[in-house]
């Protein structure tokens, strides 16, 4: 049973930062590819950030350039991802979700495209 868990969330003003967190546990080939979703309230959830076994990355359009998204393996028992949130808008206020996924929907942006979900966390950006 994979297991994913997000932290970090809270409330920043806008122009800050917040790192979020990700573990997931097993890392197995199933879930050897992770991603960050959200979803602001009456919107879809939209990929924002996601990075392969091999650290390629891709972001969506919308926080390229102010977003970073980074994993730490330390063995099979669980990966670490974290996504560093700099110049934050109000734009950027959601629900924040980690998921896992693997090959071949690694570089996938759809949220149904996603295996394994966390519980969500709350960010608000306060202009």
């Known amino acids: 049973q994979v297991q994913v868990t997000e932290a970090g969330g809270g409330s920043v003003q806008a122009g800050g930062s917040l790192r979020l967190s990700c573990i997931v546990s097993?890392?197995?080939?199933?879930?050897?590819?992770m991603a960050w979703f959200r979803q602001g309230p009456g919107q879809e959830r939209e990929g924002v950030a996601g990075?392969?076994?091999?650290?390629?990355?891709?972001?969506?359009d919308s926080v390229k350039g102010r977003f970073t998204i980074s994993q730490f393996s330390q063995d099979s028992a669980k990966n670490t991802v974290y996504l560093y949130m700099n110049v934050t808008q109000p734009e950027d206020s959601a629900i924040y979700y980690c998921?896992?996924?693997?090959?071949?929907?690694?570089?996938?942006?759809?949220?149904?495209?996603?295996?394994?979900w966390g519980q969500g966390t709350q960010v608000i950006v306060s202009s």
């Open positions: 990075i392969d076994t091999g650290g390629e990355t891709w972001y969506a």
């Open positions: 998921a896992a996924t693997g090959p071949p929907a690694c570089y996938s942006r759809r949220a149904g495209d996603m295996k394994h």
């Open positions: 097993p890392y197995i080939y199933g879930s050897s590819c």
